[in-house]
């Protein structure tokens, strides 16, 4: 009957629409992050790469951003509030580069950012301190005052890589060498830089097995009454007779043992 085709015809309908609202969101999950709407990480290193490939003479900076006081803000006001963090901040992030450049949640409290156009590093500089003061406000979750703050790692190419792979991975040393600074914070990558961070990841893996070496020693210098000449007490000294390094003085192996708890 015309009725019972109708009744098919509308279910078929149905069907397809059910079928095509599924694949589309299969294909959102694959390529967005649900929390802020921002291109993933696969999405983001996609488009990175494809920028990349039809650089001529363009300059492309990367910055990487992480939210300093994100841990403590999971930690403390739980995951709630810190969810509500991350979408705050992808909005200020987006709302700061505007029609700029591509915005990516990479994963946890880690955004990236890519300018196509980026021959003027004074302003690729700006737009960070901007990036920096946006982040650094104030936010208000549930009635309360958030502080989350950022550091930023930033690289050129193709002055510091070539490829998309290398781009990311001289931002990521970059934003390394901000935390270290203190956070809050934008570093350029440089050469330089990279190799402070190899030989301090090198004396982290070291000092890791120099207690079961039996290589930390312990020095006692004694202070003396000067009115009596006498010994009053003992000052305890660390140090790191490395096998190849030498006698490590502490103000050069304590920060990196404090570092790794």
Not at 110 to 123: G, K, N, Q, T, V
Not at 151 to 172: H, N, R, V, W, Y
Request: aromatic share 6%; glycine share 6%; net charge negative.
């Amino acid at each position: 009957t015309i009725a019972a085709h109708s009744l098919r015809t509308r279910e078929f309908v149905s069907d397809v629409t059910a079928a095509k609202e599924t694949e589309a969101r299969i294909s959102y999950l694959a390529h967005y992050d649900t929390l802020s709407d921002l291109p993933n990480r696969t999405m983001f290193n996609e488009t990175l790469s494809g920028a990349m490939a039809l650089r001529t003479d363009d300059v492309v900076a990367l910055l990487y951003i992480d939210l300093d006081q994100f841990k403590m803000i999971n930690d403390t006001p739980g995951h709630a509030v810190g969810d509500e963090v991350l979408k705050a901040a992808a909005k200020r992030i987006e709302t700061t580069i505007g029609l700029q450049g591509t915005v990516g949640r990479l994963g946890g409290d880690e955004f990236a950012i890519f300018l196509r156009d980026a021959a003027d590093r004074d302003a690729v500089d700006q737009l960070a301190a901007r990036l920096l003061s946006a982040l650094s406000a104030p936010l208000e979750v549930d009635g309360q005052q958030i502080v989350a703050g950022a550091s930023i790692g930033l690289a050129f190419a193709p002055d510091d890589a070539a490829t998309e792979e290398q781009l990311l991975k001289c931002a990521d040393i970059a934003l390394y060498h901000s935390k270290d600074r203190g956070r809050g914070c934008v570093s350029r990558f440089s050469a330089e830089r990279h190799e402070d961070l190899l030989a301090r990841r090198s004396l982290k893996a070291d000092l890791r097995l120099a207690i079961g070496r039996g290589e930390l020693e312990l020095y006692y210098q004694p202070l003396i009454t000067v009115a009596t000449g006498e010994t009053s007490a003992y000052e305890a000294l660390a140090r790191w007779n490395h096998p190849t390094r030498g006698l490590v003085m502490p103000d050069i192996f304590i920060p990196v043992a404090e570092e790794r708890g």
